[in-house]
């Protein structure tokens, strides 16, 4: 079932019109960019909302190819709504700290995965063996790894898009996604640079009711695409129940 259409009326309620001080903007934001008031920059909530229907769009192509999405957000206002996000529609994430390499060096980041697993076997047995100083050492390491490496335990290839919040603070992820030509999704506010992204959503990067409102509306349209392939597998694993029901006939 589609879900309800976003409105430039809850973009406004959310306060994602309001960019940075315009001291601190980027020149090549001024596109996105409607206004200057009381020294604050006013994003285009217009051109943001035909951004945000560009993307969810592009984010249904890379559900229908069967690739993975990758969710990425480390500052406070973002990691809590990546984090629920991503898993609420199945997707991967990283809201604690970006591992250099995750994308350019991911055997690497599998060998981290059998380290933490290896560790939460050895855990589980209670530590035989183990003086207590060593195991408090281990279970400080778990908790170290897991932290860091909980969103994406089962991502085994690079994923085909990546959703991101503030490419200023994540500019080691898109420099990563840049250069293995993995399209990026962002939320950019008036202060960031928007030429390496390739989907601009520009917004208020710093209000969490602006983020979760944007992720939101990604966010349900993997799910809407998701429940439409699974439907669309149910009829034809019932077309071919009845064609073999009539051949046997």
Not at 210 to 228: E, F, P, R, W
Request: hydrophobic residues 40%; charged residues 30%.
């Amino acid at each position: 079932m589609a879900t309800k259409q976003l409105t430039i009326k809850e973009l406004l309620e959310s306060g994602a019109h309001f960019g940075h001080q315009t001291h601190r903007w980027n020149p090549k934001m001024n596109r996105y960019i409607f206004e200057a008031r009381n020294g604050i920059h006013i994003i285009d909530l217009a051109k943001t909302m035909q951004q945000i229907r560009t993307s969810i769009e592009f984010v249904k192509e890379v559900v229908g190819q069967r690739k993975s999405i990758l969710f990425v957000g480390t500052k406070k206002q973002a990691k809590s709504v990546i984090r629920e996000c991503a898993e609420e529609c199945g997707e991967f994430y990283m809201s604690e700290r970006w591992l250099g390499g995750t994308l350019t060096n991911l055997a690497t980041i599998r060998q981290s995965v059998k380290t933490l697993e290896r560790i939460e076997k050895r855990l589980a047995t209670g530590g035989e063996g183990l003086k207590k100083k060593e195991l408090s050492l281990l279970s400080k390491d778990q908790l170290k790894l897991d932290r860091n490496l909980s969103g994406i335990r089962a991502m085994r290839k690079a994923p085909g898009l990546i959703i991101l919040v503030d490419p200023s603070r994540e500019h080691i992820a898109v420099k990563e996604a840049n250069k293995l030509g993995i399209p990026v999704l962002g939320l950019v506010d008036t202060n960031c640079d928007p030429d390496p992204i390739d989907l601009v959503v520009a917004c208020n990067d710093d209000a969490l009711k602006s983020v979760k409102l944007i992720l939101n509306a990604l966010t349900n349209a993997i799910l809407d695409k998701k429940a439409a392939m699974q439907l669309t597998v149910a009829k034809e694993e019932k077309g071919e129940e009845k064609e073999t029901g009539e051949g046997q006939a």
